[in-house]
């Protein structure tokens, strides 16, 4: 079992910046990838980061060359890097870990909200 827990969320205006967090826990060993995706109510989810084979990174199209992932194994964790937020980044953000034989988890999510 693999378990995620998302921090940083919070109200930020535009043009600002904000750094997400994503502690892993559990089997950490049998983790091929995490990431970020997120959603606004009514709509669907969609990725926002998240490593691809090959080792590139693939980001959605709307926050290319704004956002970055990072991820510091030491601490099992992976960091989403927000600038230049616009407010309709406005979602709740969701960490993300493919672990094991392609299992999927999400964590329960951080909301982040940019004032125009």
């Known amino acids: 079992q693999v378990q995620v827990v998302e921090s940083g969320g919070g109200l930020v205006q535009a043009g600002g910046s904000l750094r997400l967090s994503c502690a892993a826990s559990?089997?950490?060993?049998?983790?091929?990838?995490m990431g970020w995706y997120r959603q606004v109510p009514g709509k669907q989810r969609e990725l926002v980061a998240i490593?691809?084979?090959?080792?590139?990174?693939k980001y959605g199209d709307s926050v290319k060359g704004r956002f970055t992932i990072s991820r510091d194994n030491a601490k099992n964790t992976v960091y989403l890097q927000m600038n230049s937020l616009k407010p309709e980044d406005t979602a709740v953000y969701y960490c993300?870990?493919?672990w094991g034989y392609g299992i999927s988890t999400y964590g329960q999510g951080t909301q982040v909200t940019v004032s125009s």
């Open positions: 490593p691809s084979s090959g080792g590139i990174t």
């Open positions: 559990g089997s950490i060993a049998s983790i091929n990838a």
């Open positions: 993300y870990a493919n």
